[in-house]
């Protein structure tokens, strides 16, 4: 009698321990997920245009995921006054080394020109220049037209495709209004091997 009490209070222990955990996880609050691990960058405080020299109003810091980080952003502003923005720079977006001209380079065309690259100068007109609307920015296609032989007939082919237009003229800004500018000389942006291309093609044709 004695060892069916004790077996019937081991059973109900049991089946109590048991009960008891199914509703400790039944019950159980969810543990909330960790917050991610952020770090804070450099980044443009205010839309910026390329060519435009960093001061500190320009800058600010902003917090980034730590599992995303950037390739040469910068964690605090020390060096960054006095860079020239090679791109233009929405806000809040994190300011990364290649956006940047070389530290000591100054203002001027030269900053604007990447590491590896050449910038090229080349004669236009109104027909050529799109009636005044080229500007600095924007891409173009070179052609050059030019005789062979005895040929009366002239020929037309592409040299260099979608280079990028530095400066018009002496001027490296766009109009801030819109209006048309003649150009007689556009510089370009392009690399050592389609600046060879252009300038046989000038002499050429």
């Not at 909330?32 to 800058?59: H, I, M, R």
Request: proline share 6%.
């Amino acid at each position: 009698m004695a060892k069916r009490l004790i077996t019937g209070l081991v059973v109900a222990l049991l089946i109590s321990c048991v009960f008891t955990f199914w509703l400790s996880k039944k019950f159980a609050k969810p543990v909330a997920a960790a917050a991610p691990v952020k770090v804070q960058y450099v980044a443009a405080a205010k839309s910026l245009d390329a060519g435009e020299v960093l001061t500190g109003d320009d800058l600010k810091m902003v917090e980034w995921p730590n599992n995303q980080q950037l390739e040469g952003a910068y964690s605090k502003a020390d060096g960054l006054v006095g860079r020239v923005l090679l791109y233009p720079l929405p806000a809040d977006q994190p300011i990364v080394e290649k956006q940047l001209s070389s530290p000591g380079s100054g203002i001027g065309l030269s900053t604007r020109i990447p590491t590896g690259m050449r910038a090229i100068s080349l004669k236009s007109d109104e027909v050529m220049g799109v009636a005044g609307f080229m500007a600095p920015g924007t891409h173009v296609d070179v052609l050059v037209t030019y005789r062979t032989g005895n040929n009366a007939e002239e020929t037309t082919e592409t040299v260099l495709q979608d280079v990028q237009i530095l400066a018009v003229d002496q001027k490296t800004a766009p109009d801030p209004q819109g209006k048309p500018v003649t150009a007689n000389v556009v510089t370009l942006l392009v690399d050592p091997d389609d600046a060879e291309k252009a300038v046989l093609a000038a002499a050429q044709g």
